[in-house]
């Protein structure tokens, strides 16, 4: 099990555009050659944005983006002419396939927080795909484009939960405090996690987590 810090992860954004950014990988300007990725997971940024701050229109190809909003709402548009409002509960995944382009902005009166994730795809190409799970809440969500399952937990104080076996587990704390295997993890940790057994999540306090589970971690695609 490897503990990765919240304070180890790079800053990133535009703070003057009221855009804070936290990577937990090598990203864009910043290379950190033995920090490349997990697994097919090559992008974990925390996005803090400002009411009216956002990201312009930009393009993607060969990555399965999947995002999850943790405070406020956001607003996703896309060259295939969609427009949607996520929320807090509601999980968004975008395949770019062979080439997408989108907007992500705060169009709302609070600040928005929310995670989003890269994965390389087990095959490259295709066409682009956008899906919207409303409240979702806690549960799983397959992604088989990237050879991935997401597991959401939310845990009251003292509840626990038995973690996925076999393969290898990427885990990030959103909120509250967790202890795993002797260890105490707090808002913004994660753990990378690779051939361990009977491992359980207790929450010291209420907590949000996500977890990836690679059952076979598929090899690399290129991702722009």
């Known amino acids: ?30 290379y950190d050659p033995d920090n490349l990725g997990f697994g097919p997971l090559i992008a974990v940024n925390e996005e803090r944005l400002e009411p009216g701050a956002g990201f312009d229109e930009h393009p993607h190809r060969h990555v ?5 909003v943790l405070e406020g709402e956001l607003t996703h548009r896309d060259s295939a002419g969609r427009e949607r409002r996520v929320r807090p ?8 396939a062979a080439g997408v382009r989108h907007v992500e902005r705060n169009d709302g009166p609070r600040p928005l927080r929310f995670l989003q994730m890269w994965l390389t795809p087990v095959a490259a190409g295709g066409e682009p795909a956008y899906t919207l799970v409303r ?19 939310r845990l009251a104080a003292g509840d626990n939960v038995a973690l996925p076996e076999g393969g290898s587990l990427y885990l990030h704390l959103a909120s509250g405090e967790l202890g795993l295997a002797e260890r105490t993890l707090t808002a913004g940790d994660a753990a990378r996690v690779t051939e361990e057994k009977g491992l359980v999540a207790e929450a010291a306090e209420a907590a949000e987590f996500l977890v990836w589970e690679f059952p076979d971690p598929p090899p690399a695609a290129p991702a722009t």
Not at 89 to 96: F, I, K, R, T, W
Not at 141 to 150: H, Q, R, T
């Open 135 to 153: 409240e979702l809440g806690a549960g799983a969500y397959e992604l088989p484009e990237a050879g991935a399952v997401l597991h959401i937990h």
């Open 1 to 30: 099990m490897d503990v990765r810090r919240a304070d180890g992860r790079h800053p990133g954004g535009d703070p003057g555009a009221g855009i804070t950014t936290r990577h937990a990988f090598s990203f864009g300007s910043h």
């Open 89 to 96: 509960g509601d999980l968004q995944h975008l395949s770019a």
């Open 64 to 68: 399965e983006i999947v995002t999850w």
